[in-house]
């Protein structure tokens, strides 16, 4: 079984961590994982904002820096999401203006060999108690894209419930969008701010030592808001908590 990293921009170049801690994760539970360094965004930004003949010359270089993988993990549903929903539909698109049969062709290959972290883990790996120590209270964030999109349903909690140490607090109101939503921040910042805040005021109100989620570009939009606010909360991506150990625990720093 080939598997890659597909780290995204946002963990590559602002919050390496989740990244690194995906690594350490899949190697301790005996997969080998390449990073192919020429990797680059997506195309989500230029998807969502209209600009689908941009995006097409990134399916193509999606397409070839991990042809002959047979999965491709990242810790984050977004930018699966983006892979698995709209790929195939640039593809299409091309195909159909008569341009890009082999786009359409590289989509369709590409998009079903994405996976987000706990998909991977939990659908592929069989494996929901990964060894993970964390004694912390934890509070957990389904962002849209995974909860709506990707449908992870139950998959991020079962494997939190079996961290040893960690106590689950239900969140209220999870299933509300955090107001990130990508370039929807930045168009309609009142409106991303006041739904952030409502969020994290839900988040507050746990008594969690720790935010977590799946998605970085959701928890820096919260993180931002908790430490501006000066709210005793942390966030903390899901794939951190699952690679701590009592060997190597997670630290704040």
């Given at each position: 079984?080939?598997?890659?990293l597909?780290?995204t921009?946002?963990n590559?170049?602002?919050?390496?961590?989740?990244?690194?801690?995906?690594?350490?994760?899949?190697?301790?539970?005996?997969?080998?994982?390449?990073?192919?360094?020429?990797?680059?965004?997506?195309?989500?930004?230029?998807?969502?904002?209209?600009?689908?003949?941009?995006?097409?010359?990134?399916?193509?270089?999606?397409?070839r820096?991990?042809?002959?993988?047979?999965y491709?993990?990242?810790?984050?549903?977004?930018c699966?999401?983006m892979?698995?929903?709209?790929?195939?539909?640039?593809?299409?698109?091309?195909?159909?203006?008569?341009?890009g049969?082999?786009?359409?062709?590289?989509?369709?290959?590409?998009?079903?060999?994405?996976?987000?972290?706990?998909?991977?883990?939990?659908?592929?790996?069989g494996?929901?108690?990964?060894?993970?120590?964390?004694?912390?209270?934890?509070?957990?964030?389904?962002?849209?894209h995974?909860?709506?999109?990707?449908?992870?349903?139950?998959?991020?909690?079962?494997?939190?419930?079996?961290?040893?140490?960690?106590?689950l607090?239900?969140?209220?109101?999870?299933?509300e969008?955090?107001?990130?939503?990508?370039?929807?921040?930045?168009?309609?910042?009142?409106?991303?701010?006041?739904?952030?805040?409502?969020?994290?005021?839900?988040?507050?109100?746990?008594?969690?030592e720790?935010?977590c989620?799946?998605?970085?570009?959701?928890?820096?939009?919260?993180?931002?808001?908790?430490?501006?606010?000066?709210?005793?909360?942390?966030?903390?991506?899901?794939?951190?908590?699952l690679?701590?150990?009592?060997?190597?625990?997670?630290?704040?720093?």
């Amino acid at each position: 079984m080939r598997v890659a990293l597909f780290a995204t921009c946002v963990n590559d170049a602002v919050l390496p961590r989740a990244a690194i801690a995906t690594v350490r994760l899949l190697e301790r539970l005996g997969v080998a994982v390449d990073f192919p360094e020429q990797q680059s965004c997506c195309g989500q930004p230029q998807y969502n904002t209209g600009y689908r003949r941009m995006t097409e010359a990134l399916v193509r270089r999606m397409a070839r820096v991990f042809e002959g993988y047979d999965y491709l993990v990242a810790p984050s549903g977004s930018c699966v999401a983006m892979v698995r929903e709209n790929y195939p539909r640039v593809g299409a698109k091309a195909r159909a203006e008569g341009r890009g049969e082999e786009l359409a062709v590289a989509a369709a290959s590409l998009a079903p060999r994405v996976l987000e972290l706990t998909e991977f883990l939990v659908d592929v790996l069989g494996a929901t108690d990964v060894g993970a120590y964390f004694p912390h209270s934890v509070t957990y964030h389904p962002s849209c894209h995974g909860l709506r999109v990707l449908g992870l349903g139950a998959r991020p909690l079962a494997l939190l419930r079996a961290v040893r140490g960690l106590e689950l607090v239900e969140l209220p109101g999870a299933e509300e969008c955090c107001g990130f939503g990508g370039t929807f921040a930045v168009k309609n910042p009142d409106v991303s701010a006041a739904m952030g805040a409502d969020k994290v005021a839900a988040a507050r109100s746990t008594g969690a030592e720790v935010l977590c989620g799946a998605d970085n570009s959701c928890l820096l939009h919260l993180d931002g808001m908790m430490r501006r606010e000066k709210v005793p909360l942390r966030a903390v991506h899901l794939a951190e908590i699952l690679a701590s150990t009592e060997a190597e625990p997670w630290s704040v720093a």
